[in-house]
Structure formats: C-alpha cells, structure tokens
C-alpha cells in the first residue's frame, strides 16, 4: 500500500523561528512536490524535486526552501516563519516516465500555524 | 499560462440522487490530463478519476464519471447515487506531457450529502 508521511499533524511555530516540514514516500517515486492549501485559493506549488538534489521553484517559493538528500525524503524550509505562512501544507509525490502523468499520492498535511 | 477555474464553491445532494461538478481548464496545449481528487475532512487527497485528452472516451469509475468536452475545454464529475461518504472537497486539477507531472489546480468544490 502507497504511504507518505508528514512529520506533524499540527504545528504552532513564532515568526521569525526557521521551521522544517518532513516527508517520507516509500513508493521510490522520483518526483516529490510541496503545496500549499488555503481556502478560496485550491493547492498551490511551491517546490518540487524530480530527482535527489534537483529542485524547481513552483508558483509561490518566496520565503520558502526545499531540500531532497535521499530520494524518499523532502523537507520544506520555512527560513523565518511569517504569520501569512499559516496555512495546510501537502507534500506530495508520483512517479515519472516519457509520454504519461502518473498519479500523485498526498500525505495527510500539516497545519502550521504561525504566531 | 494554464488554469483551472472551478465556479461552485459549494454544493449539496441528497442521498442517493446525482450530482455534477463543473470544472473549465484553459490551455494552448493538444495533449494533457485532467483529474478529479477528492479530500474527505481531515483526511488525505485521493484521486478519484483520471482522463487523458487524447481519448474521446469519456472515464468512468464506478459511481464516478466524467463528461469530457475538449473544444469547450469543461471537465465536469458526475457523481451518481451519492453516499454520505461522498461528502468532500472536490479539487478539478490538470498537467500536461512533459510538466513532470506537475498539477494546476483548481479552487475546489465543498459538497455536501443529506442524508
């Protein structure tokens, strides 16, 4: 059965703390994605990494950071947490191939809340 | 550039009854995909049905259909027999070949089943 994780549920960061979001997929998928839910607005791409150590900026990556040192692992960098960073955060991941779009598999997300 | 646009914030259903959820996409691309995920409350995205444009076929998933019109670029979810287990947020999402598999989303659609 497909599975990704998020590190926490729940978050209550301050502003101006660095703040990291873990995820884990062990499905060897390559591409990994972070987005960013708020109501009214749908999912929003902030990174994604289509490889170990690659990364391409999604729509809204201003005050966010990305790393991806094992192929199964994604975190998302908050460098100093702003209270407009309070949102859902979904992470995300599918696999790749020539001529296709493969499904993404969501974990639960984590509602950072930032004071 | 592409986007979604999902113009029902909000629906509700009886039990047992049918609804459809409206879903436009614009693009200047031939080929692509659409998708329907579904987000139960406090519970992960799942997909709940795909559809390549190349194929004229409309998909089909159990209780779950679409209605593809490609010139009118609408992407519409008919969900037949509704189940309280359909309540959910319905999110109309698109990629195209070669986006790595990247998703634009739409706003989302709230739906509600009476029982």
């Known amino acids: 059965d497909v599975k990704v994780t998020q590190s926490s549920r729940y978050l209550v960061k301050r502003t101006g703390e660095k703040v990291f979001l873990e995820c884990v997929q062990d499905?060897?998928?390559?591409?990994m994605f972070w987005y960013r839910q708020d109501p009214g607005l749908g999912l929003r791409l902030i990174y994604f990494?289509?490889?170990?150590?690659?990364?391409e900026k999604g729509d809204i990556p201003e005050g966010y950071s990305v790393s991806r040192e094992k192929k199964e692992r994604f975190s998302l960098i908050l460098e100093s947490a702003s209270t407009n960073q309070t949102s859902m955060y979904l992470c995300?991941?599918?696999?790749?191939?020539?001529?296709?779009?493969?499904?993404?598999?969501f974990g639960p997300g984590t509602r950072l809340t930032v004071t | 550039a592409q986007t979604v646009t999902q113009s029902q914030p909000e629906m509700s259903v009886q039990e047992a009854e049918t609804v459809t959820l409206s879903c436009t996409y614009d693009t200047s691309e031939s080929d692509y995909y659409l998708f329907w995920y579904k987000q139960p409350p406090s519970r992960q995205m799942i997909l709940v049905i795909r559809q390549e444009a190349y194929k004229q076929q409309n998909a089909t998933e159990n209780r779950f259909s679409v209605n593809f019109q490609k010139a009118a670029k609408s992407f519409s979810l008919k969900i037949s027999d509704s189940q309280l287990g359909d309540a959910a947020m319905y999110f109309c999402?698109?990629?195209?070949?070669?986006?790595?598999?990247?998703?634009?989303f739409g706003t989302g659609t709230l739906l509600a089943v009476q029982p």
């Open positions: 995300a991941s599918s696999l790749t191939g020539s001529g296709s779009s493969y499904e993404q598999y």
């Open positions: 990494s289509y490889d170990v150590k690659m990364k």
């Open positions: 999402a698109y990629s195209f070949r070669g986006a790595t598999n990247k998703l634009i």
């Open positions: 499905m060897d998928h390559e591409n």
